[in-house]
Each structure stands twice: as structure tokens, then as C-alpha cells.
């Protein structure tokens, strides 16, 4: 059964939780209930009346959270039978990887695999279907790269880049694709700005993908990418492990 949120024992005196807060608390605790598996998938959860009284909460509270949860696809409610654990990793969609990345940023590299193939398939899509229009375009976003501020700004420059290779294959998946993975960082973004801080550095590691698409060289737009996308995610990754450390330093 799971614990009461205020984690006392029960007859404890308890503060209450501000009540525009609570189903944010219920939410958040099941969803890490069922991402660490204390709810393995295709399990049912106690019921309601039973949960409520372990979390110390109204059900009208708990079942706000069910309601948001099994928008997020990770529960489904059967009349009649009760609440299951949805097995979202059979079921699920690209769109919990920033509720995955949240719970544990291990996800990141698997992330980063990803986004390095489908990077290099861009690229060189891109540079076989690009009209001189979005030649012009890229070459204007990678020149915004160079003129951020550094840091976030240059970040979502570099972002928009990206965006725009996607719209060049012609492929309007590529665009949700990259928008997919893009939007997976949000949780970690701000341990991810290690290869944005020197926007000329930024605008520098971009600019032979750019170019190569220009030039209409598939190769050497899949190299370039390749490089690219290896180079920033070594970095990505070193700021990650960073950050992560100076947590637990805190701890």
C-alpha cells in the first residue's frame, strides 16, 4: 500500500497541503511510483478509497491525478474493474520522454542515439530536397547562432537551425521528429547549454552542415552531421554528469 504523502505515521498530527497543490503532489508522487515499477505496468492500483486514505487526501483529489495520468498514458481506468497501470513502453508514445527524462535523465543518452541518426538522415535528406529559399533561410538561422547572447539564446538559435534542416527534407515527420527530441530535453535544458555558452564556437560547429547542404553533398551533410551531433552530445553529456554531481554535493 502506499505511504501517506505527509509520511507520518498514522494519527500523526499533519500539515495539510495547500490545496492548489495537492493533485500536483498525487500526480507527481503515483507517476514515480509507476515509473520506478512500485506500480509494475498491467497491475491494478488499490482502490480508490483505499489509496485516498494511505495519501491522507480527498478521492475527488485523487481522481483529478488518475485524470491527468491517464492523459499522460500511463493509466487506464476499466468500469467496473478499477485503475491499471497502462505497460507504456509497449503502448506509449514519443510524447512521455519529457515526463521519462524527468523522472531519471539516464533517458538522455538514450536520447542522444536518436537523435543522432535521425540528425544525419535530416542532413542528408536536406541537402538532396532543399530549395534555394530554405538554403537561404538556413544560412541566416546559423548566422543568428553567432549573434545570441550565448548560453539559452544561443541554445534556441541552434534549435531553430535544426527546425529548419527538418522542414528542408520536405517531410513534415522529420519536423515532428525533431520537435519530439527537442522538446525531451526540456526537463534537463539548462544542463545542456555546455556546447551554446561561445556562440562563434556554436555558429562554427554548425556551419559545415549548413554548408553542405548548400552545396547539395549528401555525404558530407551525413558527416557533418555526424560530427556535429557526436561533438555537442559529448559535451551535453559531460554538463549533465556536472550538474548531477553538484546535486548530490548539496545533498
Known sequence: MAQPLNHQS?????????????????????????????????????PERELADGFGVTRTSLKHAFGR????????????VGTRVRDFLRLGGADLLPMLVLHSPDWIGEIFE??????MLIAERAATRATAVQVTELRLLLAAVGDAAGGEPVQLADVEVHRALARATGNRVYV????????????????????????????????????????????????????????????????LARSRRRREGAL
Open 176 to 239: 515532428l521528429l525533431t520537435n519530439t527530441l527537442f522538446n525531451a530535453y526540456l526537463p534537463v535544458r539548462g544542463a545542456l547549454v555546455g556546447p551554446f555558452e561561445d556562440p562563434r564556437a556554436a555558429r562554427d560547429r554548425l556551419a559545415p552542415v549548413v554548408e553542405a547542404v548548400a552545396a547539395g553533398d549528401r555525404e558530407a551533410a551525413r558527416t557533418a552531421a555526424g560530427d556535429y551531433l557526436s561533438a555537442t552530445e559529448a559535451m551535453m553529456l559531460d554538463g
Open 10 to 46: 498514522p494519527g500523526a498530527e499533519v500539515e495539510a497541503l495547500p490545496r492548489e497543490t495537492i493533485v500536483d503532489a498525487l500526480e507527481k508522487r503515483l507517476r514515480e511510483d509507476i515509473l520506478a515499477e512500485r506500480h509494475p505496468a498491467g497491475s491494478y492500483l488499490p
Open 69 to 80: 495520468l491517464t492523459h499522460a498514458g500511463l493509466l487506464e481506468t476499466r468500469h467496473g
Open 114 to 119: 536518436v537523435r543522432r541518426s535521425v540528425g
